[in-house]
Structure formats: structure tokens, C-alpha cells
């Protein structure tokens, strides 16, 4: 999953952001089996709340008429995940390039859409933070989560 340009419309932002979801909860995978204990429950319950907001926007999408792209039988992963420390520095990855994707639909939506997509940008931007924390990876916050560094 690569960073694009700035969607035109809500919901091709929306659908981008699907994609990005679909791409974090196949990055759990690997992430999850290189953990132990605390670290791999906080990758099951990421995984859980990367679903949670697939099949809800699923949902949204499909009820408001929206475009649902499909998602792929598997991701290419930016690097290999041979270890711990290769798992730790996935999931703070992944978890910035999905606020990226809500941090994009942010400018295109109004109301209830924008609140779901600022909440996301804000779920994104804290898990990403305990994954610094647990990887020992300082500074833990960025300023703005989702842009660009």
C-alpha cells in the first residue's frame, strides 16, 4: 500500500480508506505470529479493531451506494518480518500509513462522515504510539499523524 494523491470526492476518500484497512488487518498477520504475550494480545486486539472498522464502512459504503473495492488475496509487506523488532516497526508502520488514508478524508467529508474518519485518524495515531512505546522507539507521538514526515 503506497501513499496517493488527495482524493477528489468523499467517497473515493472512503474507499481508499477501506483499502488501507483491508491491507492492515492482512499486516496483522505476521505481526501477530513474531509477539509474545502482551504484545501479541495488543496485535489481536489492533487486528480487531482494524475488522470493526472494515465491516463498518463496508457496510456504509454498500448502503450509501458507494464503490466497495474488493479486497486482495495478499499484500506485498514493505520488508521482511523475520523477528520482534521487524513486527514492532510493521505495526507502527502500518498504523501510519491507515491514518494517512483517514487523515485524507478528513478535507472531503462533512458531519457524521468526517467524526468516523477523525476517529480513525485518532484510533491509528494512539496504537501507533504504543507500538513506538513497546519498541522502545522514541519520540512515542508524532505532531501530526497521518502527513507525511
Do not use: K, S
Amino acid at each position: 500500500m503506497t501513499r496517493r494523491q488527495a482524493p477528489a470526492d468523499a467517497g473515493q476518500a472512503l474507499a481508499d480508506a477501506l483499502a488501507a484497512e483491508y491491507a492492515a488487518i492482512f499486516a496483522y498477520g505476521p505481526i501477530g505470529v513474531r509477539l509474545t504475550d502482551a504484545a501479541r494480545r495488543d496485535a489481536r486486539a489492533a487486528e480487531a479493531a482494524h475488522r470493526a472498522r472494515r465491516d463498518a464502512l463496508v457496510l456504509q459504503l454498500t448502503t450509501g451506494g458507494g464503490r466497495v473495492p474488493a479486497d486482495r488475496a495478499g499484500y506485498a509487506l514493505p520488508f521482511p518480518v523475520a523477528d520482534r523488532a521487524a513486527a514492532l516497526r510493521l505495526a507502527v508502520e502500518i498504523e501510519e500509513r491507515t491514518a494517512a488514508y483517514w487523515r485524507a478524508v478528513l478535507p472531503v467529508t462533512t458531519g457524521a462522515d468526517r467524526t468516523r474518519a477523525l476517529n480513525a485518524l485518532t484510533d491509528c495515531a494512539v496504537r501507533a504510539a504504543r507500538w513506538r512505546r513497546t519498541a522502545g522507539v522514541t519520540p512515542v507521538t508524532v505532531a501530526f499523524p497521518g502527513r507525511p514526515a
